[in-house]
Structures are given as C-alpha cells and as structure tokens.
C-alpha cells in the first residue's frame, strides 16, 4: 500500500513539474534570421503527355477488339428425371 499511495505520486509530480517548466519557458529568438522568403521551392509542373495518334488521315476511330477464342465446347447437362 505505501507504494500505491507515495510511489505512483512520483510520476505524476514530476510531470506537473514538466508541465509548468514548459509554460513558462521563453521562446527562443534568433540571431540572424533567414535571409529568403520563406516559400517553398516546388517543382516545375509536368509537361503534359502528347497527343494519341489519329487513326488514319480523317480521325478513323480505335480498332475493333479481336473476337474471343474459346478452345473447349460447353454442352449443357442431360437430366435424368
């Protein structure tokens, strides 16, 4: 019980204590403040992509997709009711 009742206190006095050195501390000011402007330096923005070719001199649209091959035969089921 004399753990429970004086050594958990420890913890929690020197975090107020913490805390209160903390709202009292001063902030720092700086000798020589920077010299730019305090921007971000951000790159360039991308070039965009080129143009999709034009499908013969008119603008013919994309190609039909190949028809589907199927390599096996589906037959349907025989009930025997």
Known sequence: MLYLFIGLKIPLLALC??????????PETAENPPSDDGGTKRPHPRKPLPRTPRRGPHGDPAPVA???VRN??????ISSR
């Open 17 to 26: 204590w913490l805390v209160w050195w903390a709202i009292h501390q001063e």
């Open 66 to 68: 190949p028809p589907r």
């Open 72 to 77: 096996v035969v589906a037959r349907g089921r």
